[in-house]
């Protein structure tokens, strides 16, 4: 019992820790070579955590050196377009101009419906309002439609719009970001004016502040606390 | 850089590291081997006390390695050996040539099997 509680505490975090060394694109967009190594890691560190007849290192071996070879991958097809394109693929045409290339889609192992499918959520109904659609190398299906498909934008009409800025949470969850209320320029003075204003005492009844450099403020009142 | 850097020094200490592993539990099995070879041969001479004397030190060097065997083998081997050492053990007290030289000879090549399984070689890996 006790082995498989430590067992377990171990392989999380060096799981977590092999995860967060990857870079933040492993967690939402898979390569091909990202998911075998999810997918083998998760294997690997499962059967030493359930079977105590296992040494531990029989787990912890292999994932460090895939870890290590992950990461020695990474930085290579960084450097070289060429490994990149072996490792990862090139993205795919899969229409282009209006037409759909059934080759391609042969190629990439893409059904007539998984392509309408991603079509769809794109907002787009029919292929020949698209002038590409490109299969990206981690598998999303970017589109790119006719400029008589596109809705104009602010500079094509002449418009003149205001630019927005980032705003930046300065309370969340009844905390004080002190941090990014100095980023912004603002004080603790500023900050109790906005809360007073509200009818708020204390950041401790906000559950969610936002302000910008302009002084933009969102405020959300704590309804209660947990 | 510094990453491809430390992920190959990292593989390379994992690599030494299991080669050291190979080497090691080869020196460890074929040193308790033959110490189990001599009790034997001790044994047929009928010098029994000094059989069982050489057993049972070679019995306390391997379970003086108990953490490295633990930490690198499967357990149900290196337990499967403990249990092999004290029914030899058994034998030599009954002074039963026969059935001793069979467990012996049984203990000796498990240990070698096990040495056998961490070598670095083309056999185990495929």
């Known amino acids: 019992m006790f082995t498989g509680l430590v067992r377990t505490i171990i392989l999380y975090i060096l799981i977590i820790a092999g995860i967060r060394l990857m870079g933040k694109r492993q967690v939402g967009e898979l390569e091909p070579s990202e998911l075998v190594l999810s997918l083998i890691i998760a294997d690997l560190a499962s059967v030493p ?126 905390r004080l970001l002190e941090r990014n209320l100095a980023s912004l320029g603002l004080d603790r003075a500023w900050l109790d004016q906005r809360l007073a204003e509200r009818g708020c005492s204390s950041p401790g009844q906000v559950f969610l502040l936002m302000a910008d450099r302009k002084g933009t403020v969102y405020l959300a009142r704590k309804e209660f606390s947990v | ?69 633990h930490s690198v083998l499967r357990h149900s081997d290196t337990d499967q050996i403990l249990r092999s050492f004290r029914c030899v053990m058994q034998y030599l007290e009954l002074e039963e040539m026969d059935q001793y030289a069979a467990a012996n000879t049984d203990l000796i090549s498990q240990l070698e099997l096990l040495s056998e399984m961490e070598q670095a070689s083309l056999v185990n890996v495929l």
Not at chain 2, 20 to 41: I, K, P, V
Request: net charge positive.
């Open chain 1, 49 to 174: 955590m359930q079977d105590f007849g296992i040494p531990l290192l029989t787990g912890v071996v292999p994932i460090l050196v895939l870890l290590c070879m992950t990461m020695i991958l990474s930085v290579l097809t960084m450097r070289s377009v060429r490994f990149r394109a072996l490792l990862c693929g090139r993205p795919s045409i899969i229409i282009r101009e209006g037409k759909v290339d059934q080759r391609e889609m042969a190629r990439n192992r893409l059904t007539v419906d998984e392509l309408l499918e991603e079509l769809r959520g794109q907002g787009f109904t029919n292929p020949s309002a698209v002038k590409y659609a490109i299969l990206e190398t981690n598998g999303q299906l970017s589109v790119l439609p006719f400029a008589t498909q596109k809705p104009p934008n602010a500079q094509q009409l002449g418009l003149e719009v205001e630019q927005t800025d980032l705003p930046l949470v300065l309370v969340s969850d009844g």
């Open chain 2, 1 to 69: 850089m510094k990453r491809l850097w430390g992920a190959t020094a990292l593989l390379i200490v994992l690599l030494v590291a299991s080669l050291a592993n190979a080497w090691y539990s080869n020196t460890l099995t074929q040193h308790l081997a033959q110490q189990l070879q001599q009790a034997q041969q001790l044994a047929a001479q009928g010098q029994w006390d000094r059989a069982v004397q050489l057993t049972q030190e070679t019995y306390r060097h391997w379970n003086s390695r108990h953490f490295y065997l």
